[in-house]
């Protein structure tokens, strides 16, 4: 069974950053696509960036792109989600999940095999 495990949240002042991991176990992670969502409160879960199993694809939502990068690692089954230039509006709970199905299934949010716990990330003006 794949399990997925982030670590890294924490405070930060606006324009600052963080960096968070998702280590996933149970399966190689080569074989599935990676993604980052986020759920501020009162506010419904949102697609962040996912990775390619082969770490070759990536995608963004326009409100990250140019300040998030994703990345993976298969040979530590970790993905990585670095976050530069944070800004309030980043304040969320944020979810690792996999599907093997991809990165484009991994955006439309629908049914997907795995989630993480969720690692909170606080930005303060």
């Known amino acids: 069974q794949v399990q997925l495990v982030e670590s890294g949240g924490g405070l930060v002042q606006a324009g600052g950053s963080l960096r968070l991991s998702c280590a996933l176990s149970?399966?190689?992670?080569?074989?599935?696509?990676m993604g980052w969502f986020r759920q501020a409160p009162g506010k419904e879960r949102e697609f962040v960036a996912a990775i390619s199993g082969s770490g070759a694809t990536t995608d963004y939502s326009d409100s990250v792109k140019g300040r998030f990068t994703i990345s993976k690692n298969n040979a530590k089954n970790t993905a990585y989600l670095q976050m530069n230039s944070l800004k309030p509006e980043d304040t969320a709970v944020y979810y690792c999940s996999a599907d093997h199905r991809g990165t484009t299934w991994l955006r439309s949010n629908s049914e997907i095999e795995c989630w993480g716990q969720g690692t909170q990330v606080a930005v303060s003006s």
């Open positions: 149970g399966r190689t992670s080569s074989i599935f696509a």
